[in-house]
């Protein structure tokens, strides 16, 4: 009884340390120091104005962010324009205060579109998809 429950133990013990050592499943939150490190190439991406919104490389970018990064805690538009370029952005109409602000990428049949509400300079609400059409 004791042997079992000893492997029981380690078994539980492997499965908790393999847990961990995977655990980079989890997005990054955005504006994470270490986001802007170890997605450079996405933001610089991004930012090329010689790229447009609906170029395979601007879309790849975009979907590389939306599936490793954490949108939701956007809080500035600083921060939007430290990721985006502000190009690419498109303003929805302004209802009181807020306003939406919307990245779409595109490629052939597929998009990825990032949708931030703003209230004056502060962002209160993202919602981040992947479509393909």
């Known amino acids: 009884m004791k042997t079992k429950l000893h492997l029981f ?17 989890e997005k990054l939150p955005a504006g994470d120091i270490d986001m802007f490190s170890e997605f450079k190439d996405e933001i610089a991406t991004l930012h090329n104005t010689a790229l447009t919104p609906n170029s395979k490389a601007k ?19 600083v921060s939007l324009e430290r990721i985006f370029s502000a190009r690419d ?10 306003q939406n ?6 490629y052939k049949d597929k ?6 509400v703003r209230f004056n300079n502060s962002i209160i609400h993202s919602e981040c998809t992947d479509l393909i059409e």
């Not at 602000?101 to 595109?106: A, G, H, T």
């Open 111 to 116: 998009r990825v579109r990032f949708v931030f």
């Open 89 to 98: 952005a498109h303003l929805g109409e302004k209802n009181y205060e807020k």
């Open 9 to 25: 133990l380690a078994a539980l013990a492997l499965i908790l340390i393999s847990g961990c050592a995977t655990s980079r499943s």
């Open 59 to 77: 879309y790849d970018a975009a979907l590389t962010l939306y599936r490793n990064v954490d949108f939701s805690y956007v809080r500035d538009l």
């Open 101 to 106: 602000v919307i990245f779409l990428y595109r």
